[in-house]
C-alpha cells in the first residue's frame, strides 16, 4: 500500500512494516552467524538503516543481529543473553562499566585473551554512562515488556507488503516527527497518543511499539534517542533523523483521516513547504493576540 501520511510528510525514506514470523522472508539479505564481542561491536540498528536507505526488505533472528542485546530488543531472546558477564555485565556496559568489579576485571582479562578490540574493552571497561548504577539498570530491565520470543522479524518497505504487519516505522525530521505526533492523536479524546521510553535503538521500533499493539489505546512510539545506536547509524542515514514506531490500528487510523487533518492546512503547509507564505500561521497569532 502506499501511505497517505508518508505523501503529505514527503518523508526521506519509505515507510516499512515490521511483523513477527516463524521464518524468514525469502531472498532477504542478512548477516549470518551471531557477531561476537570478541570481534567488535556491530549495532543491529545498522541493518535497520541499510534496509531504509536501500528500500529492501531484512530479516532478523537472534542468530543474525548484530549485537547479543538486541536478541532482546527485537523480542527474539531475553536481556543479557550472550552477552559477556551475562545480565550483570549489559547493565554495568550501560552504567559505569565493568573495570570497577573483580568479576568484571576477570571478564575483560578473557574477552583481551581471545582478541577482543581495543574498543570492546574500553566501552565494557569504561561503560557507557547512560544509567547511574547496574542496579538502576536492572531495575529498569524488569519494567521492559514481555513478549513470546519469535523466531524471525521482517523488516521491509510498506508498498511491497501483501498484509497488514504489526508496525508501521517511519524516520522522520524534527519537523515531520511534529505532525506524526499531532496525527498520532488526532481522534484520541486524551492527550497521550506518543510515548518516548528510555530504550535501546532495537527496542523503540520493535519490542515497545509490539508490546503497543495489544493495548486498546495503542500509543506510537518515538525513538532512536539510543546515543550508541545513533552513531551506528549516522554515515547511512544522517544525523537529523529519529524513529516513530506505530502499532498498525493507530496507523490506519491515521492514514484514514490524513487528508481531514491539519496535513492540508496552511500552518503546516508553510512548514512544510519552506518558501510559502505562513498565513495560516499569521491568523493564529493575529487571533492569540487579540484574545490575550
Avoid at 581495543?118 to 536492572?138: C, I, S
Avoid at 511534529?178 to 519490542?207: E, H, Q
Wanted: glycine residues 10%; aromatic residues 8%.
Amino acid at each position: 500500500m502506499e501511505s497517505k501520511v508518508a505523501r503529505h510528510l514527503k518523508l526521506r525514506h519509505p515507510v516499512m512494516g515490521l511483523c513477527r514470523s516463524g521464518d524468514p522472508l525469502p531472498g532477504t539479505k542478512s548477516v549470518t552467524g551471531r557477531v561476537s564481542l570478541k570481534g567488535g561491536f556491530g549495532c543491529s540498528m545498522f541493518l535497520v538503516a541499510h534496509a531504509f536507505r536501500e528500500k529492501r526488505a531484512e530479516s532478523f533472528s537472534a542468530d543474525t543481529v548484530r549485537c547479543p542485546g538486541a536478541a532482546a530488543g527485537f523480542g527474539l531472546g531475553r536481556p543479557g543473553f550472550g552477552f559477556p558477564g551475562g545480565f550483570m555485565g549489559s547493565a554495568r556496559l550501560l552504567s559505569c562499566g565493568n573495570s570497577r568489579f573483580e568479576d568484571g576485571r576477570a571478564s575483560l582479562e578473557e574477552l583481551r585473551a581471545e582478541g577482543a578490540s581495543r574498543e570492546v574493552l574500553r566501552e565494557l571497561g569504561d561503560g557507557e554512562g547512560f544509567k547511574r548504577d547496574p542496579e538502576t539498570v536492572m531495575a529498569s530491565f524488569s519494567t521492559l515488556p514481555r513478549l513470546p520470543e519469535s523466531p524471525f522479524e521482517i523488516l521491509r518497505p510498506l508498498s511491497e507488503t501483501d498484509s497488514p504487519p504489526e508496525v508501521a516505522l517511519m524516520l522522520a525530521d524534527c519537523t515531520q516527527l511534529s505532525a506524526v505526533a499531532v496525527l498520532a492523536n488526532y481522534s484520541r479524546k486524551d492527550m497521550d497518543g506518543v510515548c518516548m521510553p528510555f530504550s535501546a535503538g532495537c527496542m523503540s521500533v520493535a519490542i515497545f511499539p509490539l508490546a503497543e499493539c495489544a493495548s486498546e489505546s495503542p500509543r506510537a512510539v518515538v525513538g532512536l534517542t539510543d546515543i550508541s545506536a545513533r552513531v551506528a547509524m549516522r554515515r547511512l542515514l544522517g544525523r537529523d533523523l529519529l524513529s516513530f514506531a506505530v502499532p498498525w490500528r493507530l496507523f490506519s487510523e491515521m492514514e484514514a483521516v490524513a487528508d481531514e487533518s491539519f496535513l492540508t492546512r496552511p500552518a503546516w503547509l508553510s512548514i512544510a513547504q519552506p518558501g510559502r507564505p505562513g498565513r495560516g500561521t499569521m491568523l493564529v497569532v493575529k487571533l492569540f493576540n487579540f484574545w490575550f
